[in-house]
């Protein structure tokens, strides 16, 4: 089986203060130390920035919220692939480079949990890929439901997980994931 790692939106824009509250302050670091032992291993790694057309998103390309923070940027051999939407698949080379490179499971992290995530694995395991999501390498931020009520950053990363767990992702913590490799 081979696996690729599909690291999504950690863009300066991300930690703008209008997002609001996040949950994991500490998803960057596991990111990080996941992505070590990728690259330690030599295996695929795939950096997806968010380029909006909207001129008042974080992820505008035309002010410095585009720019990959300075630990994500792509080493050489590493897959750089921009998305217009939440999901990494749409509108760029993302399937048929794992195509390519005979990659059959995929491990997602990043942000935003209940968007880019969420759309991404679920557009990935209908794809037929098999996808894990690490629960503690991936953030959002706090959301009011559709009837108004607010929901805590925690909560909605609660519900994207649950949402994903089983019928198309397994969802595990980082450490669970690192030993089992």
Known sequence: MSVALLIIDQQQGIDHPKLGQRNN????????????????HKWPVFHIVHRSAEV????????SGFSLKPLFLPEQGEYLIEKTVPCAFVKNTTE???????????????????????STVRTASNLGFAVTV????????????????????????????????????????????LVSL
């Open 25 to 40: 302050p500490h998803a960057e670091a596991v990111m990080l130390k996941v992505l070590a032992h990728w690259r330690d």
């Open 56 to 63: 008042d998103s974080v992820f505008w390309p035309h002010q």
């Open 96 to 118: 048929q480079d794992l195509q390519r490179l005979k990659v059959n499971s995929l491990l997602i992290v990043g942000v935003a949990t209940n968007n880019s995530i969420e």
């Open 134 to 177: 690490l629960e503690d390498a991936c953030f959002c931020f706090d959301k009011r439901d559709y009837f108004g009520k607010a929901c805590s950053a925690a909560q909605v990363h609660a519900m994207s997980l649950a949402n994903l767990q089983g019928e198309y992702a397994t969802v595990l913590h980082s450490n669970d994931y």
